[in-house]
């Protein structure tokens, strides 16, 4: 077919790579079709694609020059379009089929003449989708990559959001998307590949600049769905039918053949547990390398991208990689012994990822390599398997912990949602500490239907476990959000029944504090979250940044001054008082009430962050 086709992901921050694109490039590759994967701004995309467009053009009128030396100032002239830009570039002087190239490629540029239907370049472009919360940026995605594809109908949107929110997001683009996951075959094509079973194309990661913190993992599922139908939850919709077994097997060891061995291995299955298949899971597990006493050797990546280079593997990929390599080899050992192989890479112009050819990596190969053997060595290190979704803490018992004892699991993650549940989230916690699995963690959900209340209480039982039990679980509070609700899915606006503003702002402001995540230590609990529920409660309503800066803010004295002058207030006052405060909207404070006591209250929250910041400086309050 030799298609080209474009693999997006939009420019938002996220800790995992996207699977389903990158068993898509596994697909169309394997239809000898060409991939790109981009992640950034798309008009980067079209400005390096406008470049290598005009390069050729260059090549084919001038070939004296190394034009590709020359990238940043041609990418500069068609960005800007600047005449001391242009004369920077060889040949433009005394060559006026140079200089018209330039000027036209510029112009090309400039009045996006390359969203016109005859000079797009793709015939297929997909994009993947994730949370709500990212709505703008991936409309914004979406309707400017499909006018980068030849035809419309070939415009390819899936993913999480697109299966949540099918409806809205084709009203926005004019696109439908899939939903789901591509379990079946002929979905793309009429063929009987089944896209979801295929492996992972790693290599599409070096493609692009952004670099996810998870990148040493094997990426996967041994189950699909969940038997819970949890009103909160969207796997019922993005995985309707429970699955019990998925084997990984072959994924691994194609993945170990063609990119080298991961060091970990991350499972996204949304209820392992209720696997009928749950032992035979762990076994796999095990045969593939993760057992408790398996360490992880890291292989040659240098080797392993030579070797795909010159299979011609995604030479994009591999020539930015061994780049990256060469670099980072060289910086720390830079000595009399790699002056030499420095000096080979700077004469064939290796150093830089523009001016790097295919030719000149291979040909310098084995000058290089014996830098890489004697210098590419790292201690091995220990493996872990994360199900990264968590576990059912209601399957939990001690058959099944005994069985995921014998795998390197860390941390175990047991969902505790409902404060209700504690019972038995107490009893799954120490069934698995008795079988020695220490490491735990957990998202915690607020502001659904649960009470601020029930927050600090699975705060607090957790750092009592960690004390009782010489545990370590770190908590991960997580704000509800209302994805498929038309008034919420485009913002994080939605508060819950028992919330308000002000409560979901302190919330947010303390575990700014702790980077997210609770951790052990009682000492420190209290000092975060309050020694007892009603110091729980006085945070609630203490002014945001005497929370953010809450030493300081103590120690001057600041703190218990509010406080007191809160509580010199009548009952009545109290309760009008904290009515404002929910609200958490203090810019005119004026306008809420005339009374003097409680406009007094008030001040304390129309300090800012950076009149706090300026308190903190100059050492006083002007009241």
Known sequence: MNR??????????????????????????????KVTFFKGDLKDLVINDIYDDLLKQLYANCNEVFWEEYKN???????????DALEKIPKVDDNPIIRDLLVYYRKFYR???????????????????????????????????KCLCKHPKDVMVGGVMASILPNEIEKETGIKPFVGALNKSGILDDNDIIIDNLPLDYSILDEIDYRYPANNSYFGYMTRGCINKCSFCAVPKLEPEYKD?????????????????????????????????????????????FTKDNLFHQPNEF???????????NDRAYIKKIIGLYKLLLDKYFNEETKHIF???????????????????????????????????????????????????????????SKLSEIPIKPLRIAFDDWKLHDIYENAVKTAVKYGIKNLSNYLLYNYKDKPIDLYRRLKLNVDLCDELDANIYSFPMKYHPIEDPKYFKNRNFIG??????????????????????????????EAFGESENA?????????????????????????????????????????????IEKNEFQDIDLLTNDKEILNILKYYKITRDQAEGIMKNGFYNN
């Open 4 to 33: 080209n086709i474009l693999l997006i992901e939009p420019n938002y921050k996220n800790k995992y790579p996207p699977i389903g694109v990158m068993k898509i490039s596994t697909y169309y590759k394997m239809l000898g079709d």
């Open 73 to 83: 100032d041609i990418i500069y002239y068609l960005k800007k379009g600047i005449k």
């Open 111 to 145: 009045t996006k003449e390359y969203l016109n239907p005859n000079y797009r370049k793709y015939d297929r472009v997909g994009i993947t989708t994730l949370f709500t919360f990212y709505w703008d940026i991936t409309i914004e995605t979406i309707n400017f990559a």
């Open 245 to 289: 077994f998925i084997s990984i097997k072959e994924q691994i060891k194609i993945t170990n053949e063609k990119f080298g061995e991961k060091k970990d291995l991350l499972l996204l299955d949304n209820n392992v547990l209720a696997s009928n298949n749950f032992n035979k899971i762990i076994e796999e597990i095990k045969e593939a390398g």
């Open 303 to 313: 080797e392993v991208a030579i070797r795909n280079l010159r299979e011609g593997y």
């Open 343 to 401: 000096s080979i890479l700077e004469t064939k112009k290796l150093l830089d990822i523009e001016t790097a050819k295919k030719e000149n990596i291979l040909s310098c190969y084995e000058d290089v390599k014996v830098l890489f053997e004697k210098y590419y060595k790292r201690r091995p290190k220990k493996r872990i398997v994360d199900f990264n979704q968590g576990i059912d803490a209601r399957l939990i018992n001690d058959e099944n912990m």
């Open 497 to 526: 029944l028992h919330w308000n503003r002000k409560f979901i702002r302190a919330i947010q402001a303390i575990l700014n504090s702790t980077k997210g995540k609770v951790g052990s230590g009682t000492s420190f609990f209290n």
């Open 536 to 580: 729980f409660y006085k945070l609630l309503y203490m002014p945001e940044t005497f929370i953010i800066y809450r030493q300081f803010f103590k120690d001057c004295g600041l703190t218990n001054k509010w406080w007191q002058d809160f509580k010199s207030l009548n009952e009545e006052k109290i309760i009008f008082t904290k009515r404002i």
